[in-house]
Structures are given as structure tokens and as C-alpha cells.
């Protein structure tokens, strides 16, 4: 099961308390305030982890806390610091405030490291408050709580071009021919269940860009049905898209009518996503239907349209370049 959404409970640290003693030694009869500080509770941190894939850890587990912080002790003793909690996170993660529903944090590279909740400060011991005129002060504090929250992690997927299609329009065929991904195929709708993200190389070129596969949408995916939002959200991120058509029809369909339905679609859940650069691979066509149904593509079409078949790799090359100039225009 792919985890890509989870609410967690997220818990910093409480400062230690702050002491209250005095010093008792035999040639020291009136001793003084040694009472040391309470030690800062540890912080929650989440960090970008290219390694990590999904969020099943927060899944089975959606309480998490960091270490309080060790109250003070006499002999001015301070209380040690409690540890800090690191989250890690897929890149692309965003981080939302259930009470607020506002995202609050979002980590986008690898390696990125946000501070989410700050421990608690530790209480002062009385040693603090000793001056020239309050030699045996009796004030001690106690340490302040650390932040919490309850919050809902999203994972929208990065990846420079996003492919979308009607189930079975061979999105996944596509991936497992261009990249190094293998997605699960099969003759049935919504054969993938989760996206997922190839690198497409450019050895002569020593370039490379990232495809993901984004499962299948239906008519009504704005509104979340079938996969809906679920997946429609691993749009966002996309640089390009790619619409994939199946020209063979199959099932009855209609490649115009199936890339209507999806520019739709993609416009009633974001409207600046068809804002983006994007490419229509009408695939199948080694199938008898495909030339014919390719013409009246592109004759009602604007945009650019290649027609490819993943079995016989026919017009990939030219689908990959044309990819690869979108991906180097946006980047620079």
C-alpha cells in the first residue's frame, strides 16, 4: 500500500524545571542558592529525504515526540537539553495545520531541513536570581512547554513531466520503455495505484529529466471520483504534461473526446495547470484505427501531437527530444 497522505500528532519537547537548592557543606554554614537551570526541551525538525518513498512510517505510527529536557540539580547542575526529533520526509512533501488548514511547511530537495516546532525553554534555578541584595533568593521557574500540533503531510510529486491519461492509455507502458521505472501493467483500469517516477537519460547529451506516472483519471476526477484528488494533486509539480490518448479507441473511446474530458478535468481541480507547456502522445499507432483517428487529432487540436507506438517504439524519439527542450526552456 502507498501511503501519500497521513495526519500525525507532532510533539516537542517541555523544558526542564528550573532547581531550587542551597549549598550544605560543613565549613559552610550559610552556604548560598545553588539550584541549576532546567535544560530546553528538543525541537521537531522534518527533512527532505530522497530515500524515503512514502509515508508509511507516520502510517502506523502517527504520534511522535521529542525529548524533554532533564530538570535542574543542586551544585548548579544544569539539566541536560532534550533531543531533538527529525522527521523525514519524500521530497515534496507539505506539511498542512489541520486546525488552520493552512500549509505551514513544504521540502522540496533533498537534504532540506525545516524547523517545524520549537522545545520548550528550560526553567531558571535559584542560582539565577542571587544579587547583591538577595543572597538567598527562594525564586525558582519551571520550564516552559514546547509546541505541538496536530498535522496532515501531503506528498505532491516532483518530476518534470507528468503523464496523464484515461486508464490503460499506456502511461505505464510508456514509462517502462523510456525509463529505468517498472510500473505495474495490465489490461484492466487503474492497473496503477500509486505514481510513479522514471529518469528518462540523454547519455549523448548528458542530460536527464524525470517522468512520473500519474495513475489514471476519469471524467469527474475534479469532483474525486475514481482517484480523484488523490492523485490529481501529483499534477501540481509537474513541469510539462504529457497527454496520453489511446488513437485505436479502444473500448469505444474517443481520442478527441478523451483529451477534452482530461484538459477539463485538470481545469476545474487547478486552472493553472493547463497553463503549463503541454504535449499530446497519441499512442497505439500501430493499431488499423490509429492513422485515421491521429488526422482528426490534429486537425481540431493546437497543440503539439506526436504519434507514437510503445510497442513498436515508433515516434519515440522525437516524443523524447521535444520533452527534453520543454524541460531545458523551463529550467533556465
Known amino acids: ?22 549549598r550544605r557543606a560543613k565549613y559552610e554554614p550559610k552556604g548560598g542558592p545553588d539550584g541549576g537551570n532546567g535544560g530546553r526541551g528538543g525541537s521537531v525538525f522534518i527533512i527532505a529525504d530522497s530515500n524515503v518513498a512514502d509515508l508509511t512510517d507516520y502510517h502506523f505510527k502517527p504520534i511522535w515526540k521529542a525529548k524533554n529536557g532533564e530538570p535542574g540539580r543542586g551544585s548548579d547542575q544544569h539539566g541536560a537539553r532534550g533531543a531533538n526529533l527529525v522527521i523525514k520526509l519524500p521530497v515534496g512533501t507539505v506539511v498542512v495545520d489541520r486546525e488552520t488548514e493552512s500549509v505551514v ?17 528550560g526553567g531558571k534555578g535559584n542560582e539565577e536570581f542571587k544579587s547583591s541584595t538577595n543572597r538567598a533568593p527562594r525564586e525558582f521557574t519551571l520550564g516552559k512547554p514546547g509546541g505541538s500540533g496536530e498535522f496532515l503531510f501531503v506528498i505532491k510529486t516532483i518530476a518534470d513531466v507528468g503523464l ?47 517522468l512520473a506516472d500519474i495513475p489514471g483519471l476519469i471524467e469527474g476526477a475534479s469532483e474525486n471520483k475514481g482517484l480523484g484528488h488523490r492523485f490529481l494533486k501529483h499534477i501540481e509539480r509537474c513541469k510539462v504534461i504529457l497527454i496520453m490518448v489511446d488513437l485505436e479507441g479502444t473500448d469505444n473511446r474517443d481520442p478527441l473526446g478523451d483529451y477534452r474530458i482530461l484538459i477539463k478535468e485538470l481545469k476545474l481541480y487547478m486552472p493553472r495547470l493547463v497553463k503549463k507547456p503541454i504535449l499530446i502522445a497519441g499512442n497505439k499507432l500501430d493499431e488499423p484505427n490509429a492513422v485515421e483517428n491521429l488526422k482528426k487529432l490534429k486537425a481540431k487540436v493546437k497543440l503539439p501531437i506526436f504519434g507514437i507506438s510503445c510497442l513498436s517504439e515508433e515516434g519515440l524519439d522525437v516524443l523524447k527530444s521535444k520533452l527534453l527542450d520543454e524541460v531545458i526552456e523551463i529550467r533556465q
Open 1 to 22: 500500500m502507498f501511503y501519500d497522505e497521513v495526519k500525525v500528532s507532532l510533539k516537542a519537547g517541555n523544558g526542564g524545571d528550573g532547581c531550587f537548592s542551597f
Open 164 to 210: 496523464v491519461g484515461f486508464p490503460n492509455a499506456g502511461k505505464s507502458t510508456l514509462l517502462n520503455t523510456l525509463t529505468n521505472a517498472h510500473p505495474k501493467m495490465g489490461a484492466y483500469p487503474f492497473t496503477t495505484l500509486f505514481p510513479t517516477v522514471g529518469i528518462l537519460e540523454y547519455p549523448d547529451l548528458y542530460e536527464r529529466i524525470t
Open 105 to 121: 511547511a513544504e521540502v522540496l530537495t533533498h537534504g532540506e531541513e525545516l524547523l517545524l516546532l520549537k522545545g520548550g525553554e
